[in-house]
């Protein structure tokens, strides 16, 4: 673990180097280190109608860099490399002749087979063939855990998966015997020494996040998956996951999946919280983003106004017919130190330095507030702050079939800033408050510059770079800490029944998107720079300094910290486990 930690600290700092001497030269590029992904998708093996081979062939077809496949915990009936519309087939692992084993099914699922046995025998060794097929995408195995307590989460461990000549996928299995909410398996898992949890609920699911942090903590993601479609995922729950797996829990799906969907995101509206209204009618995604993403001061800018390294991804959920393909509609893009290299990506995604897309409206971004890039804290004595966007709308066809508007133009980019208060205590009652009142948008900048809109604020005019990029520089006065973040679309201000006057989407009404419509309302979002403001007079060097380290290592501070303080323990070095947030009353 400690050799990971010194790569991790390599790889980052080379990655540093690298970007800033791209940015500092040309500022055209990052020298190609932000690849396209999706980590959300489905095969025979657990629900989707086509065969593995067919959505791996897809994911390439629509330009992605790298992909998981992810197929739901639990238990399944169907052998995915063999199953599927495109072959023409339904193979049961019965019919198969292939014998599933562990403890008996309930009796309507006979012939179904714990995902621990899928994963660790079947699905893992079609990721090895697809691996030799697309030498330079990068593969994973991950699979979407049925959180106890909650709903879904996406979820993958690289170890052992690279292993030249040894390759497996044992720890995921284990892990999916060990804590998903629909494997009941109690016998499968003994004769490797696996075992299993015996909490339930919430418990269960904090008990495995801790599972990951302790053992995978530089080689695990957990991410929510459409985390505002059920209602079964609180503000309280991401700060409980995040306080005990800070290295693995690091942030949810902003832009769920099923963005073709009749009801785009699939989302149930008698379920969703914050469903929307529009002329009478229900909406629960806006411009397909999740209200938790999509909302200025809603639960993601709660989360970020206490400082909170949380991030915001897109994914396909792909299944069927009446899904966009991986890749055709959304991207996430996330900056690694290498290419095709599976560490890099987990830590790229760890780190924050990533946005999403949908209908590849962009195809680049380099966006910094002083030095910092996305994920990161510039830390400033000066008063204000220079930050630095550079857009790539790119003049090419996007993967739209539905209609002849293939080639989006952005319209314009907000820039949003929130101010940054600290860490809320479990005990303190705000720490279930999934609102703030400080994030705002504070520019907005498009081609013309000039148009005002309802709040009374007033476009910039960027300017044109050269080969479809965009450039804008701007100063803002800071006093305190800051986080700001971009989102951008094609729509204009006021556009009907899709944008407000503010520039905020509106709801996506139930049973009225079509394909078409998706492609037509397409937007980026950004993740996050924040900026640690240190005044010349209130803190002095040491403070500083010290200040600076705990940024660095992810510690932070009490909002209103009278009462309460954020102590951090190290009392697990010995074992190769890395600090983790632990709280206590008083002084
Ligand atoms: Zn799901
Ligand atoms: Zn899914």
Redesign the pocket.
């Known amino acids: 673990m400690r050799l990971q930690y010194v790569f991790l600290q390599i790889s980052l700092f080379c990655f540093i180097i690298l970007n800033s001497c791209s940015t500092g030269e040309s500022s055209k590029s990052q020298d190609g280190l932000y690849v396209s992904g999706d980590f959300?998708q489905?095969t025979t093996y657990s629900g989707g109608e086509y065969s593995f081979g067919h959505v791996m062939e897809a994911s390439k077809k629509y330009g992605l860099d790298w992909w998981s496949n992810?197929d739901?915990g639990g238990t399944r009936e169907l052998w995915g490399k063999a199953s599927g519309v495109d072959l023409g087939t339904r193979v049961t692992w019965e019919s198969a002749g292939i014998k599933p084993f562990g403890s008996p099914q309930e009796s309507e699922d006979v012939g179904f087979m714990w995902r621990w046995q899928s994963l660790k025998y079947y699905n893992f060794e079609d990721i090895l063939i697809w691996r030799r097929v697309f030498p330079d995408k990068l593969i994973l195995q991950a699979f979407?855990w049925n959180v106890p307590g909650h709903e879904?989460a996406n979820v993958s461990i690289i170890a052992n998966q690279f292993d030249a000549g040894k390759e497996n996928c044992d720890p995921l299995a284990q892990f999916e015997y060990m804590f998903d909410d629909e494997d009941n398996d109690t016998t499968g898992g003994l004769e490797f020494g696996w075992k299993k949890s015996s909490l339930e609920g919430k418990e269960k699911a904090l008990e495995a996040a801790k599972w990951l942090q302790t053992n995978y903590p530089m080689q695990a993601y957990a991410i929510p998956?459409h985390p505002d479609k059920s209602g079964e995922y609180l503000i309280s729950d991401f700060r409980d996951f995040n306080n005990v797996a800070p290295d693995v829990f690091f942030g949810f799906d902003g832009m769920p999946?099923h963005q073709k969907n009749p009801t785009r995101g699939s989302y149930d509206l008698d379920e969703a919280p914050y469903p929307a209204e529009m002329n009478n009618k229900k909406g629960a995604t806006f411009g397909g983003a999740g209200p938790f993403a999509s909302r200025i001061g809603g639960v993601w800018d709660a989360l970020l106004s206490e400082g909170r390294k949380w991030w915001i991804s897109a994914s396909s959920?792909y299944?069927a017919d009446d899904d966009f393909y991986p890749g055709e509609f959304q991207k996430t893009y996330t900056g690694v130190a290498g290419k095709n290299d599976p560490q890099a990506l987990i830590d790229g995604m760890r780190s924050g330095n990533t946005y999403i897309v949908t209908g590849d409206l962009i195809t680049g971004l380099n966006f910094k507030v002083g030095k910092a890039m996305m994920g990161q804290t510039f830390e400033t004595e000066k008063n204000n702050v220079k930050i630095e966007i550079e857009i790539l709308d790119p003049d090419i066809q996007n993967f739209n079939t539905y209609s002849d508007y293939t080639n989006p133009e952005l319209d314009h980019i907000d820039l949003i800033a929130g101010e940054v208060s600290g860490y809320i205590s479990p005990s303190n009652p705000e720490y279930s408050k999934d609102n703030v009142s400080t994030t705002r948008v504070i520019a907005r900048f498009d081609a013309t510059g000039g148009i005002e809109d309802a709040n009374g604020l007033v476009s910039r005019k960027w300017t044109d770079s050269g080969n479809s990029w965009k450039k804008i520089s701007y100063q803002f006065g800071v006093s305190g800490n800051m986080y700001f973040r971009l989102r951008g679309t094609n729509l204009s201000l006021n556009s009907p029944e899709e944008l407000d006057g503010a520039g905020n989407p509106l709801p996506d009404i139930a049973e009225e998107n079509t394909p078409a419509r998706a492609f037509s309302d397409l937007w980026f979002y950004s993740n996050p720079v924040f900026v640690e403001y240190v005044s010349e007079k209130g803190n002095s060097a040491s403070e500083k300094q010290k200040s600076i380290s705990d940024i660095q290592q992810g510690k932070k501070w009490y909002r209103g910290n009278t009462h309460t303080h954020a102590t951090f323990s190290d009392e697990n070095d010995t074992n190769d486990v890395p600090m983790i947030a632990r709280w206590h009353e008083g002084n």
Do not use: L, V
Request: avoid cysteine; proline fraction near 0%; aromatic fraction near 0%.
């Open positions: 959300h489905h992810s739901h979407e879904h998956s999946g959920d299944h």
